[in-house]
């Protein structure tokens, strides 16, 4: 090899050893937030019951709009007075 190869060479690892450093950051990040979810979803099949895998529920609340919407329905209905 001569030194002009030589010097390609190690350009060339120059440049993978960059990419490398710009790229593990995220690549763990990523294998790091699958591991956490992984977990979250075991946690949550264990805390499942078989009444809740068999369907939804209704829920219990009462339907009554909240009182954002019995506020927005009140400006809605009101009509405009031009001056």
Known sequence: M???????LVGMLMVLGILVLLV???????????RADRQIREAQETRETPRDRKGQKSSSRSTVPST???????RRSKKLVSS
């Open 68 to 74: 954002a919407t019995w506020y927005a329905d009140g």
């Open 24 to 34: 593990l950051p995220s690549a763990l990040g990523v294998v790091r937030d699958r």
């Open 2 to 8: 001569n030194t002009n190869q030589i010097e390609g």
